[in-house]
């Protein structure tokens, strides 16, 4: 069975540019939740769906963050304009419902120039 | 304070050494306790977890919970250097309608010398 799987694994943009990350989850899995760390930081929290809905966004940074899971299967997370600050590692966790261990992507890295 | 709070490291250890790794954390409304390992490039892979206090055992990892101590740790005996990576707690908290979100503390990059 495949895990939850992150696209790209590494983007370099530039400030002021837009970049979409997409996240698959494990099939089946309900839950949806993406993290950031940020360097010499924890990994924090960003926002949480349950199929196609957005249970819960209080991490969310700004405005300029969208996340989205039409159809409650994949997701994408897009950061537009992206700013240096907005540089880090994102990852994407899935589970089969709130309360249950999340397993984890292996991140996509963002470098914002 | 932070909510969860980890010694970032790094810890460097003779292979077959007994290693201990510790968070405490300031939120008692914290449910369940994990840890996660992490090898570099790579994401959180879960290794343990436990939702009350007292020892968990898995093979050569002992978790351990103090819910009155608010601590957590976990023991890797006969340590190999294949656990060279970074150790990270994380803790599971509820939110308002039904949500949930983990709170991770920094991580402890351990390396294991052959």
């Known amino acids: 069975e495949a895990g939850v799987t992150q696209f790209p694994s590494h983007s370099v943009i530039e400030k002021g540019q837009t970049v979409t990350l997409r996240c698959d989850p494990i099939?089946?899995?309900?839950?949806l939740y993406w993290y950031r760390r940020v360097m010499g930081k924890e990994i924090k929290f960003l926002l949480h769906?349950?199929?196609?809905?957005?249970?819960?966004e209080s991490g969310m940074p700004n405005n300029r963050f969208l996340a989205e899971r039409t159809g409650g299967t994949y997701s994408t997370l897009k950061v537009q304009p992206a700013e240096l600050e907005d540089s880090g590692v994102y990852f994407c966790?899935?589970?089969?419902?709130?309360?249950?261990?999340?397993?984890f992507g292996a991140g996509t890295r963002l470098s914002v120039l | 304070q932070k909510e969860v709070e980890q010694d970032p490291g790094p810890l460097s250890v003779p292979e077959g050494a007994i290693v201990s790794l510790n968070c405490t954390y300031s939120n008692s409304a914290f449910q369940y306790f994990m840890w996660y390992r992490q090898y570099s490039r790579k994401g959180p892979e879960l290794l343990m977890y436990t939702y009350s206090s007292g020892n968990k055992e898995d093979g050569r990892f002992t978790a351990q919970v103090d819910k009155s101590s608010k601590y957590i740790s976990l023991f890797i005996r006969d340590s190999q250097p294949s656990d060279s990576a970074t150790y990270l707690c994380?803790?599971?908290?509820?939110?308002?309608?039904?949500?949930?979100?983990?709170?991770f503390g920094k991580g402890t990059k351990l390396t294991v010398n052959p």
């Open positions: 966790a899935s589970s089969a419902q709130t309360g249950a261990l999340q397993y």
């Open positions: 099939s089946g899995h309900d839950n």
């Open positions: 769906f349950v199929k196609e809905s957005k249970q819960d």
């Open positions: 994380a803790m599971s908290l509820a939110l308002q309608g039904g949500s949930e979100k983990l709170v």
